[in-house]
């Protein structure tokens, strides 16, 4: 046989990491500085911070359609439609072509947002970071539900100050249970109606209200300047890139770190289509991956893999990776690999007009909201259904866009538009979403994608514990902003959401006291093919209701530093 | 050597983009014989020079630009087309003919500000109905219902993109707010007697 020996080194290293979004991008960076040789396979294209956000700086009137998804983008990014915003003009260019990728609704809807790019979704979420709380780690336990984490807060604390430093998160310590404080760079301000109704909720419902906790830099420290990152400029188009690093991505923050290590090798256009299972030592021993352009397949090999390709991304792989060992996919001896899909649940508030406040305005444009976090079934509140939900939103004045509701055209008409309208408000619930064996994928055992890869069907849908959840987040959402007397409310519970809308897909390979009730044990550690790791949302056993990223942040770094502790110890 | 939509791109780069993405994309269609949902639209000149009239006066110019200043005529053609489908282009179409059939640009000032006064008002009452269809189809369970009957009224169409186009719009909004692109700060202030929104 002809084997060209300097190709194999060349693509054997101490770690390889399977994608570069908000985990992988950690896991690049822990594992890079702490010595190791890193190769992040990505496997979509090449974006380059700051001169790859193509549409970043572009004026309202530089995109062809203001905006708007065109009959065509509505076709392609079919599931993406559903979000309401993914396919806008401004940022499409950073989220999946759904036709192109496409997957099976077979039971349910469920609503898969993918960005195959550096930086994943890194470069597109929401930025709200919160700690979990410690009944957050001992639901499950109390509840009977799913499996108790093997983890509690004491063992995340740590871990959220660590990577909150490095991040920035900008946020108001309240000194609350429920929403553990954090190393906070400065809160965001607030308007007047906004601090009304802070004021008012407080007041009449004991129900404390605080600026979202935003992965934003308000004020940078030396550990983000060193990386090139400077302060939010309050233009609000996060989600086209940001030019100024001001936000948390992989790109402007853990890569260009772990860059710096020299330690570093980025593979993009590399899909891995599986792990490479060796017998004898019952470990891993590598990746096989599919060239996305030209189809050509490679090995990488190391001694640690982190699987890190986003919830559904990630377990798909296990599924994927078949040995005589594992013929239901790696680590399955549970059968728990592709369920429990969590999210969190949208799509259910209120709205509302303020009266008066009509001298108050703001300037500047904030990328963020007020938050009201968890109130039912905390303290004394009992419910009928269990678990909770928090709300983000907040007031703004009406803009041109009033115009067409209107009556009237013409010159007064056309001037009168140039004046900030009437204050508006509105708070949109995320719920907790309970792990369900029943919600889950599989690969399709019929139907392939272009690369020859099974596309994934999902089964999904809410139980009764959500649906009776939203009657609360649409009744109390309305009651507080009667409480603050605005007026015009507005309640809403719409029934056509899905599971995924929230974008914050996690589950399907659990973390879990035992191989026989989960994928991987305390150290997002596959039970027992030790060497692999998974530490984005597909490890996450229960959901909270406050937005994950943080918790895979810190979650991460914790795997990296036990990964590089045990490898040291020649444990791996 | 490339494929035919790849030539075709290019021959449209050359010729200063003339071929929209629908039309590559019909092209496309043709070529690999697939069904896909592609909705032809287009104005004659006489339909267009009403689209303007009436698009001049909802904005019109007065110290500042206009409606027709700022290109929203053919932004309002560019929307439909690429943007709406069968049932907004016939109701569009619909209300720009009964303007036609009407003589609206042969009619004074006063006289079509009189007829688009009228047609406001009537709209109230199909936006009612359209709505109310809407929410029925909301649960999915007769998308036909929607897709065969008249889309959103005429006048509310060309109200909203003749909006969208003017207020987003270079003219537009140097014409109408403080355009803040980069506000590098956030901050509660007070609104002063007259001031214009900020535009970001």
Not at chain 1, 101 to 112: A, H, L, Q, T
Not at chain 1, 411 to 430: C, H
Request: proline content about 4%.
């Amino acid at each position: 046989m002809n084997i060209n020996i300097d190709a194999i080194k060349g693509q054997t290293f101490d770690a390889i990491v399977v994608g570069s979004g908000i985990s992988g991008g950690w896991a690049a960076k822990e594992l890079t500085e702490k010595g190791l040789k890193v190769a992040v396979i990505e496997r979509g294209r090449e974006i380059k911070h700051i001169e790859g956000y193509e549409t970043a700086m572009k004026h309202p009137w530089e995109f062809e359609h203001r905006g708007r998804p065109t009959n065509m983008a509505a076709e392609e990014y079919w599931a993406g439609m559903r979000t309401g915003y993914t396919p806008n003009e401004e940022h499409r260019y950073l989220f999946e072509n759904d036709k192109q990728n496409p997957y099976i609704e077979k039971k349910g809807g469920f609503d898969w947002t993918r960005a195959y790019h550096t930086g994943g979704k890194s470069l597109l979420w929401g930025r709200h970071s919160y700690r979990w709380n410690k009944q957050d780690f001992e639901a499950n336990a109390k509840d009977g539900i799913g499996t108790d984490w093997p983890i509690r807060y004491e063992d995340m604390a740590p871990w959220y100050s660590y990577v909150e430093k490095f991040a920035g998160i900008s946020g108001q310590a309240e000194g609350l249970d429920v929403l553990p404080d954090g190393e906070f760079q400065p809160a965001m301000a607030i308007t007047a109606p906004e601090m009304h109704f802070k004021n008012e909720v407080s007041k009449k419902l004991g129900r404390p209200v605080t600026l979202g906790r935003v992965a934003h830099l308000t004020n940078p420290e030396k550990v983000h300047t060193d990386l090139g990152r400077s302060s939010c400029n309050y233009r609000n188009k996060c989600m086209r890139g940001c030019p100024y690093g001001a936000y948390f991505s992989s790109l402007s923050a853990t890569l260009p770190a772990a860059m710096r290590t020299k330690r570093l090798t980025m593979v993009h256009n590399s899909i891995v289509s599986e792990i490479i299972y060796d017998e004898a030592s019952q470990k891993a021993k590598g990746v096989r991956v599919i060239d996305q352009n030209t189809m050509e397949v490679r090995e990488y090999f190391a001694k640690i893999i982190f699987v890190n390709a986003g919830a559904i991304g990630s377990t798909s792989i296990l599924m994927n990776s078949k040995s005589s060992r594992y013929q239901n996919g790696l680590g399955n001896d549970s059968d728990q690999l592709g369920r429990n899909i969590m999210d969190h649940h949208l799509g259910v508030g209120a709205s509302a007009t303020v009266e008066g406040f009509m001298d108050d305005y703001m300037f500047g444009n904030r990328p963020n909201s007020l938050y009201i976090p968890r109130f039912r079934n905390w303290g004394n509140d009992k419910r009928d259904y269990i678990r909770g939900f928090g709300y983000q939103g907040g007031a703004s004045r009406d803009g041109w866009g009033r115009g067409t509701g209107m009556d009237g055209f013409g010159a007064t008409f056309k001037e009168s538009l140039t004046q900030p309208g009437q204050w508006n408000v509105g708070f949109g619930g995320f719920g907790e979403i309970l792990p369900d064996p029943n919600n889950r994928f599989q690969l399709s055992k019929t139907v392939k994608d272009k690369w020859g890869l099974p596309v994934l069907e999902f089964e999904t849908s809410f139980g009764s514990n959500e649906l009776k959840m939203r009657e609360d987040m649409m009744h109390d959402a309305a009651e507080m902003l009667e409480a603050a007397g605005f007026k015009n409310i507005n309640a809403y519970n719409k029934s056509d959401t899905h599971i995924g809308l929230g974008i914050h897909e996690m589950g399907t390979a659990r973390m879990g006291t035992s191989v026989k009730n989960s994928i991987v044990n305390k150290h997002n550690q596959v039970h027992e093919v030790k060497n692999v790791f998974m530490t984005d949302g597909a490890a996450m056993a229960s959901a909270s209701c406050v937005n994950p990223s943080l918790t895979y942040m810190a979650m991460t770094a914790r795997a990296a530093d036990f990964a590089v502790s045990e490898l040291k110890k020649k444990n791996l | 050597m490339f494929n035919r939509r790849e030539a075709v791109s290019r021959i449209a780069m050359m010729v200063g983009g003339a071929f929209t993405a629908p039309t590559l994309f019909a092209m496309d269609v043709k070529e690999s014989g697939k069904f896909l949902n592609v909705d032809l639209f287009s104005l004659t000149d006489a339909q267009r020079q009403v689209v303007a009239a009436v698009a001049e006066h909802i904005i019109p110019k007065t110290n500042t630009a206009g409606a027709i200043d700022a290109g929203v005529p053919a932004f309002i053609e560019l929307m439909l087309k690429d943007c709406y489908k069968v049932p907004e282009h016939a109701s569009f179409l619909k209300g720009v003919n009964d303007l036609i059939k009407a003589k609206f640009l042969s009619q004074n000032q006063d006289g079509q500000v009189a007829v688009l006064t009228l047609l406001e008002s009537n709209t109230k009452d199909l936006m009612r109905n359209y709505q109310q269809r809407r929410m029925k189809v909301g649960d999915n369970v007769d998308k036909e219902t929607l897709e065969g009957a008249n889309g959103v009224p005429f006048w509310r169409l060309i109200k909203e993109l003749t909006l969208l186009g003017y207020y987003t719009s270079e003219k537009g909004i140097e014409a109408s707010f403080v355009y803040q692109p980069i506000p590098g700060k956030f901050e509660a202030t007070k609104l002063l007697p007259g001031q214009k929104s900020f535009q970001y």
